[in-house]
């Protein structure tokens, strides 16, 4: 793992795959610096040379692209459950004929499984991941499920796969759909 190191006020920061740390002079302990703290207070060394000024300037522009590249990072997408996983393969299975149900032509799993290159896909949001706001597609399709235009095209199939699944969780979750009658 590379890293960049720099000195300023006794102070070492490094920059990692996991974002900026900091290291006090000898004290050896090491502290993530959250994102919105990403300020450094360069105005206490006051020298007049300018290979100094050209650090700092160059320091203020690694803490601001740090900053700007933390604040545009993706929200970390959630993994699905092992049951969430085992019951889009038995719906994909036993109503899709283990066809993606996205473009409806590309296998995506068999009783036993999930086939390679198949995907699931979080409809709605990353960070989202029940049963009913994700489903079993071929990595084509949840490439392309990324684009607008495209996604607006198979909100049917997603729908009708929903209802699909609809009967498997009232199994596991009796009345969860129930209606109530006035």
Known sequence: MSRRLRRVNSRVFFLLSDGLFTRAGGSGQTAAMPTDQLQFDL????????????????????????????????VQRRPLS?????????????RRNGLCPCCQTVPVCTAEGKLPGAEHDHWYSR????????WLV????????????FKGSVRSAFEAYQLALRPFLDDAQPGMWA???A
């Open 127 to 134: 960070h989202r991941n029940r049963a009913e706001e994700t």
């Open 43 to 74: 105005s206490a060394t006051q020298v007049e040379n300018p290979a100094i000024e050209q650090l700092q300037r160059e320091l203020r522009f690694v803490a601001e692209t740090v900053t700007t590249i933390l604040d545009n990072l993706p």
């Open 82 to 94: 092992e049951s969430t996983r085992a019951l889009h393969v038995r719906v994909t299975w036993e």
């Open 179 to 181: 209606t109530t009658s």
């Open 138 to 149: 071929c990595g084509d399709c949840n490439r392309r499920l990324e684009s607008t235009p």
